[in-house]
């Protein structure tokens, strides 16, 4: 008996010798240990996952833990797909910010009110500590509540590949049903540029990483940070042919950005005297930053001059069809030039500086996706209506 047992396990060795001199791969138990050990590094792991409170989860990047947190709706059954928004917030870069304080943003609600009925809300965070734990220069490594989307970290893909694996992993999460035909994203400062980079292809020489292939957000929402950076946060060669609808929010008063060129705008505003610095160093037409040549958001004076709104309207397939006041802000429209089915709507808003909060909008704005299959009819009069809310706020 023992004889024979050789024998077959010598023929099963020959065997698995002749299929690897053949070019087949054969998956053994270490292979195959080793493989379920890669496909559980990269599964989402929560303490807890109840549908009556926030969530805090992980997933493996790297080697490293990345953090986020999940938020049910109140109407939330697992056997129903849900439409998904995911919540990046601003740079967390001071020295006196903790790590706790960093990862704090997780549990704070307020950016979930408008959302908790009818979306799973999924808010990001920048905190790895791969990043330096006292924060540094982008090119010596940037901050550990730092969104790294600048042109001197395209060596770093962590944050690209996080958002990457974690969507992926939501697609086949059999507790977290999400509608994978209406995924959204907000970004407020530096969380509004890396969506928005995320969304184009990520940094110009992202190649080894494929991004967008499996899925594609419907429409964004960015403020505070909204406007693109001349070839690092741009339309760039690797820019997806899917792009997402978007309500581009900002305040006329933002010190780090600008909405008019170098002009006075309608309301009597001088932009330039909100420049950081001022006046700024303004290079054919884009202002000088750290990072890089930055458009305007919109020039309402000519609007065929480059800007963030007229770069989005040509990749769309959008024109300018005028501006409409209203009490608290300004709103810039677009039409179809052909039967593009995107939507794009420009809201400045007035007296407000670099803090503003839209939740409100930015959620009747992706429902006209998820729940009126893009009738902007709906969003139309509900920008246009008076409203309380407090536009001026901290993020």
Same mark, same amino acid.
């Given at each position: 008996?023992?004889?024979?047992?050789?024998?077959?396990?010598?023929?099963?060795?020959?065997?698995?010798?002749?299929?690897?001199?053949?070019?087949?791969?054969?998956?053994?138990?270490?292979?195959?240990?080793?493989?379920?050990?890669?496909?559980?590094?990269?599964?989402?792991?929560?303490?807890?996952?109840?549908?009556?409170?926030?969530?805090?989860?992980?997933? /493996?990047?790297?080697?490293?833990?990345?953090?986020?947190?999940?938020? *049910?709706?109140?109407?939330?059954?697992?056997?129903?797909?849900?439409?998904?928004?995911?919540?990046?917030?601003?740079?967390?870069?001071?020295?006196?910010?903790?790590?706790?304080?960093?990862?704090?943003?997780?549990?704070?609600?307020?950016?979930?009110?408008?959302?908790?009925? #009818?979306?799973?809300?999924?808010?990001?965070?920048?905190?790895?500590?791969?990043?330096?734990?006292?924060?540094?220069?982008?090119?010596?490594?940037?901050?550990?509540?730092?969104? !790294?989307?600048?042109?001197?970290?395209?060596?770093?893909? #962590?944050?690209?590949?996080?958002?990457?694996?974690?969507?992926?992993?939501?697609?086949?999460?059999?507790?977290? /049903?999400?509608?994978?035909?209406?995924?959204?994203?907000?970004?407020?400062?530096?969380?509004?540029?890396?969506?928005?980079?995320?969304? !184009?292809?990520?940094?110009?020489?992202?190649?080894?990483?494929?991004?967008?292939?499996?899925?594609?957000?419907?429409?964004?929402?960015?403020?505070?940070?909204?406007?693109?950076?001349?070839?690092?946060?741009? *339309?760039?060669?690797?820019?997806?042919?899917? !792009?997402?609808?978007?309500?581009?929010?900002?305040?006329?008063?933002?010190?780090?950005?600008?909405?008019?060129?170098?002009?006075?705008?309608?309301?009597?505003? /001088?932009?330039?005297?909100?420049?950081?610095?001022?006046?700024?160093?303004?290079?054919?037409?884009?202002?000088?930053?750290?990072?890089?040549?930055?458009?305007?958001?919109?020039?309402?004076?000519?609007?065929?001059?480059?800007?963030?709104?007229?770069?989005?309207?040509? /990749?769309?397939?959008?024109? &300018?069809?005028?501006?409409?006041? &209203?009490?608290?802000?300004?709103?810039?429209?677009?039409?179809?030039?052909?039967?593009?089915?995107?939507?794009?709507?420009?809201?400045?808003?007035?007296?407000?500086?670099?803090?503003?909060?839209?939740?409100?909008?930015?959620?009747?704005?992706?429902?006209?996706?998820?729940?009126?299959?893009?009738?902007?009819?709906?969003?139309?009069?509900?920008?246009?209506?008076?409203? #309380?809310?407090?536009?001026?706020?901290?993020?």
């Amino acid at each position: 008996m023992l004889k024979r047992m050789r024998q077959l396990i010598q023929v099963f060795a020959i065997g698995i010798a002749v299929l690897h001199l053949l070019g087949f791969q054969v998956q053994t138990d270490e292979d195959s240990a080793e493989s379920t050990q890669q496909v559980r590094d990269s599964e989402l792991v929560f303490s807890e996952l109840d549908i009556n409170q926030t969530n805090r989860g992980t997933i /493996n990047i790297n080697g490293y833990g990345r953090h986020f947190s999940v938020t *049910f709706p109140t109407s939330y059954d697992h056997t129903v797909s849900y439409p998904v928004v995911l919540l990046f917030h601003g740079c967390m870069c001071r020295p006196s910010f903790t790590d706790e304080m960093i990862l704090s943003y997780l549990d704070w609600k307020p950016r979930q009110e408008s959302y908790k009925e #009818d979306f799973i809300t999924i808010k990001m965070s920048a905190f790895s500590e791969k990043k330096p734990e006292t924060p540094q220069e982008v090119e010596e490594g940037g901050a550990r509540g730092m969104w !790294l989307w600048h042109e001197k970290a395209t060596s770093n893909r #962590d944050d690209y590949v996080f958002v990457d694996r974690l969507l992926e992993e939501l697609h086949v999460s059999s507790e977290i /049903n999400i509608d994978s035909n209406n995924i959204f994203g907000v970004g407020h400062s530096s969380g509004a540029i890396f969506l928005m980079s995320y969304v !184009l292809g990520g940094p110009p020489d992202l190649s080894e990483l494929a991004i967008n292939d499996g899925y594609a957000f419907k429409a964004i929402s960015v403020s505070g940070g909204s406007t693109f950076r001349k070839g690092v946060v741009d *339309f760039k060669e690797n820019t997806p042919s899917t !792009l997402p609808s978007v309500l581009h929010i900002q305040g006329e008063r933002d010190q780090g950005l600008w909405f008019n060129g170098q002009e006075t705008g309608k309301s009597g505003v /001088n932009f330039l005297e909100f420049s950081r610095p001022s006046p700024p160093t303004i290079i054919d037409g884009l202002r000088d930053t750290n990072h890089g040549l930055t458009f305007s958001a919109w020039d309402e004076n000519d609007p065929s001059k480059p800007s963030t709104l007229h770069k989005w309207a040509k /990749n769309l397939n959008l024109e &300018y069809s005028g501006f409409k006041e &209203y009490p608290k802000y300004y709103v810039y429209n677009f039409a179809p030039e052909s039967a593009s089915e995107k939507v794009l709507t420009g809201i400045r808003i007035k007296e407000c500086g670099h803090g503003v909060a839209a939740d409100q909008y930015q959620s009747d704005f992706f429902r006209i996706f998820s729940v009126h299959n893009g009738n902007r009819s709906d969003f139309n009069a509900a920008i246009s209506r008076d409203t #309380d809310m407090l536009f001026c706020g901290p993020r």
